[in-house]
Structure formats: structure tokens, C-alpha cells
């Protein structure tokens, strides 16, 4: 079992940013990779950074170049660095941690006003 908790959303201006952070802990060892979704509204969610064991990373096309996915192996726990915000990228932003299967943080509340 994995458990992740996110911090740090809140509300913050267009142009604005704010870090995320997702705390894991559990069976660790067995993740592959953490990653970050969010969900705006009246929206699907859909998937907006991945970070690998092996360090790689990976954006979707509408964050890149503004987001950062990072992580302290020491600490559990991976960052979401996001810059010029829009109020595109409001919504909730979930963690997520895939092994065997895929475990999900309990969301944290990003809103850009204009």
C-alpha cells in the first residue's frame, strides 16, 4: 500500500506561482513513477507531469516550459513547480504513484482569478 497526501495548493493571481507538494509513504519501494493530474471544472481529469525512478520526466504539452516536476528522495516526496499560471490551470491537482497498480493522493485546490 501507498498512501500520498498533497499540500499546497491555494489561490493565487494569473502570473502567479505555487509549488505543490506530495508526500508518499508505505510500500515505497515498489513505485516506478509519480506523477501529477488535475481536474478543472466541468472537466475530465487529465495527466500534466511524470517523473520516473529513474529521474526522467515527462509534460503534457500545455505545462512545458511553465511546470517543473522534481523530487527529494530523501524526504517521499515530489514537487509540482508551476509558473505563469493561467486560469486554464485552475482545478484540483491529484499525486499519483504507479506500481502494481495506481494509488491517488486526495487532491489539493489550485485557483488562478484573472
Known amino acids: 500500500q501507498v498512501q500520498l497526501v498533497e499540500s499546497g495548493g491555494g489561490l493565487v493571481q494569473a502570473g502567479g506561482s505555487l509549488r505543490l507538494s506530495c508526500a508518499a509513504s508505505?510500500?515505497?519501494?515498489?513505485?516506478?513513477?509519480m506523477g501529477w493530474y488535475r481536474q478543472g471544472p466541468g472537466k475530465q481529469r487529465e495527466w500534466v507531469a511524470t517523473i520516473a525512478r529513474s529521474g526522467y520526466t515527462n509534460y503534457a504539452d500545455s505545462v512545458k516550459g511553465r511546470f517543473t516536476i522534481s523530487r527529494d528522495v530523501a524526504k517521499n516526496t515530489v514537487y509540482l513547480q508551476m509558473n505563469s499560471l493561467t486560469p486554464e490551470d485552475t482545478g484540483t491537482y491529484y499525486c499519483n504513484a504507479v506500481s502494481a497498480r495506481m494509488y491517488w493522493g486526495q487532491g489539493t485546490q489550485v485557483t488562478v482569478s484573472s
Open positions: 508505505g510500500s515505497l519501494i515498489s513505485i516506478n513513477t
